[in-house]
C-alpha cells in the first residue's frame, strides 16, 4: 500500500482531529553532557542489557539538530508534536534547577509554537535520575516528592504554551518492565516491587496534576497509558480467566485507579506482602479528574492458563508481525477503544502513539516502507470506526517522528516516519512520511 485514506466524510479529517508525531527525551537527544544520569545510562551499561550494547549518549543528536528537526516537523504538516522532558536535563543531583537544560526546552517549546505547531509535553517518559534510583526510585515514596519539585520546574518555565501535559508515559512499562520483571532499568525483580512503583507512579501522577492544574490553568493535563488488547489462547474456560487476569494485572491496574480509585478484583490475588502499601488519601489523589486520556496501542496479546490459575503470553503464529515480533492485528485497536469506552465514563482521548518498526531498506536514497503505510492505513481505520461507535476520540500521534534508541533493542529497531543514518546524522523521510504528510494535506481546510 502506497497511500493512507479513510472514508471520505470520516470524523477523523475533520478540521478539529489532531495529527501529530511522538518521541521520547531518552530516545532522541544525546547530549549526554548537558543532563545527569538516569537509570538507563546505569541499565545501557549492563553487559547484555541491550541488544546492540549501545546507549542513548548520542542517539540522533536532536539537542544539537533541535531547530532543524523543527523544520522537519513543520514540513510534515503535523498539527501538534509529542515530546518528553528529560528530568535529568533540567533537575540537578543536588534538586536544584539546571537552567541550561530547561532553557532548551523552553527554546524548543517555543519554536514550535511560533510555528503552530501545538505541544504536547510528558513530564516522565521512564528516566528517572540515577540519584534517585540511589535512593530507591519509585520503591521510595520520596520520590513522588522529587517528582512534584520538578514538574514544578517545568511548569513554571513552559506554563500556558503548551496544549497538553501527560505526568506519565506508560506507567506499566516503568514498574512492570522495570521493577517486576526487570527487562528495564533500572532492573528490579518482583511482584512486591512492581505493584509498589506502580502505585506511586500512581501518586506521584495524582499529585503533580494538581500543581500542573494551578500552574498551567490554560492547558490539558492527562496520562498516558499503553494498552494491549487481551485474548484467549482458546475457547476454554481457563484460557479464558487467564485473558481476563491478564487485562486487569496489566491494563485495568492502572486506568481503573485513575477512573474509579480502586484497584482491580485480580488485586485480591495478591499475598499480602505482594500488595502495595497504599497510604490513607492516595487512591482519591489517584482517582482526580483529567481533561483527556492518552492511549498507545501497538498489538494485541494472546494469554493461556499455567498450572497456578495465573497465565502466560502464547507468542504470534502464523499472524502477521511486525519487525518487533508483535502481531499486526487493527480490529483489535477498535475492539480495545470501544470496551474501555463501554467500561468507563472516560474522558476524551488522545491516541499519543501507534506505529511499527519494519524491516527498512534504503535503497538508492529511499526507504519504500510500504508495510508501515499499511499498518498506519489499517489502524487509523481502526481508529475511525472507534470513532463510530462512540469513543470520543480527539487526535493521533504517530510513533515515531524519526528512527530512534529503541530501549533494550537499541538502534535495532526503526519505528521513525524518518529514517535516520545514525553515522551521519541524515534525516530521510521515508515513503510512510510522504503518505502520513499527504493525508494531512488532504483535510478539510
Ligand atoms: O519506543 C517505545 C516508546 O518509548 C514507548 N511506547 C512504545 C514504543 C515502541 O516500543
Excluded at 543532563?35 to 548520542?58: K, M, P, Q, Y
Excluded at 526487570?182 to 494538581?210: D, M
Excluded at 482491580?264 to 502499601?277: A, C, G, I, M, N
Excluded at 480495545?336 to 476524551?348: N, V
Amino acid at each position: 500500500m502506497q497511500n493512507i485514506s479513510l472514508p471520505p466524510g470520516s470524523p477523523l479529517l475533520s478540521k478539529g482531529f489532531i495529527y501529530g508525531v511522538a518521541t521520547s527525551s531518552f530516545q532522541i537527544e544525546g547530549d549526554r553532557a548537558g543532563r545527569v544520569d538516569n537509570i538507563w545510562d546505569t541499565f545501557c551499561l549492563h553487559s547484555g542489557a541491550v541488544e546492540d550494547g549501545s546507549n542513548g549518549d548520542i542517539a540522533c543528536e536532536h539537542v544539537k539538530y533541535w531547530q532543524q528537526d523543527v523544520e522537519m516537523i513543520a514540513d510534515l504538516k503535523v498539527d501538534a508534536y509529542r515530546l518528553s522532558i528529560s528530568w535529568a536535563r533540567v533537575m540537578r543531583t543536588d534538586g536544584s534547577v539546571n537552567q541550561g537544560g530547561l532553557d532548551f526546552y523552553v527554546k524548543l517549546v517555543d519554536a514550535l509554537v511560533a510555528k503552530d505547531i501545538k505541544v504536547f509535553v510528558t513530564l516522565y517518559h521512564w528516566d528517572l535520575p540515577q540519584s534517585l534510583e540511589d535512593k530507591g526510585g519509585w520503591l521510595n515514596r520520596h520520590t513522588i516528592d522529587a517528582f512534584v519539585r520538578y514538574t514544578t520546574m517545568v511548569a513554571q518555565a513552559l506554563g500556558d504554551k503548551v496544549t497538553a501535559y501527560a505526568t506519565l508515559n506508560e506507567p506499566f512499562c516503568s514498574a512492570y518492565l522495570g521493577y517486576e520483571c526487570g527487562i528495564h532499568a533500572p532492573g528490579k525483580t518482583g511482584t512486591a516491587n512492581g505493584r509498589q512503583a506502580a502505585h506511586h507512579l500512581l501518586v506521584a501522577h495524582g499529585k503533580a496534576l494538581g500543581v500542573l492544574r494551578k500552574l498551567c490553568p490554560q492547558a490539558k493535563h492527562g496520562i498516558v497509558l499503553n494498552f494491549s488488547t487481551c485474548y484467549p489462547a482458546s475457547e476454554c474456560h481457563d484460557d479464558k480467566m487467564a485473558s481476563v487476569l491478564a487485562d486487569e494485572y496489566h491494563n485495568q491496574w492502572y486506568l481503573m485507579p485513575l477512573m474509579e480509585g480502586r484497584y482491580p478484583d485480580v488485586f485480591h490475588r495478591l499475598t499480602p506482602e505482594q500488595k502495595p502499601t497504599i497510604e490513607p488519601g492516595d487512591m482519591a489523589l489517584i482517582n482526580q479528574p483529567l481533561d483527556y486520556l492518552g492511549v498507545n496501542y501497538y498489538n494485541p496479546t494472546v494469554y493461556a492458563a499455567d498450572d497456578h490459575g495465573w497465565f502466560y503470553v502464547v507468542p504470534p503464529k502464523d499472524v502477521p508481525v511486525t519487525a518487533m515480533g508483535w502481531e499486526i492485528k487493527p480490529d483489535a485497536f477498535s475492539t480495545l477503544l470501544t470496551d474501555l469506552h463501554e467500561r468507563y465514563a472516560l474522558p476524551p482521548i488522545y491516541i499519543t502513539e501507534n506505529g511499527a518498526a519494519m524491516d527498512d531498506s534504503l535503497e538508492k536514497g529511499e526507504i519504500k516502507d510500504y508495510s508501515r503505510i499499511d499498518y498506519f492505513h489499517t489502524h487509523l481505520n481502526a481508529v475511525h470506526h472507534a470513532v463510530l461507535n462512540g469513543v470520543d476520540i480527539k487526535g493521533y500521534f504517530a510513533w515515531s517522528l524519526m528512527d530512534n534508541f529503541e530501549w533494550t533493542l537499541g538502534y535495532t529497531k526503526r519505528f521513525g516516519l524518518i529514517y535516520v543514518n545514525y553515522q551521519q546524522q541524515e534525516r530521510i523521510l521515508k515513503a510512510s512520511a510522504k503518505a502520513y504528510r499527504l493525508l494531512l494535506e488532504t483535510r478539510a481546510q
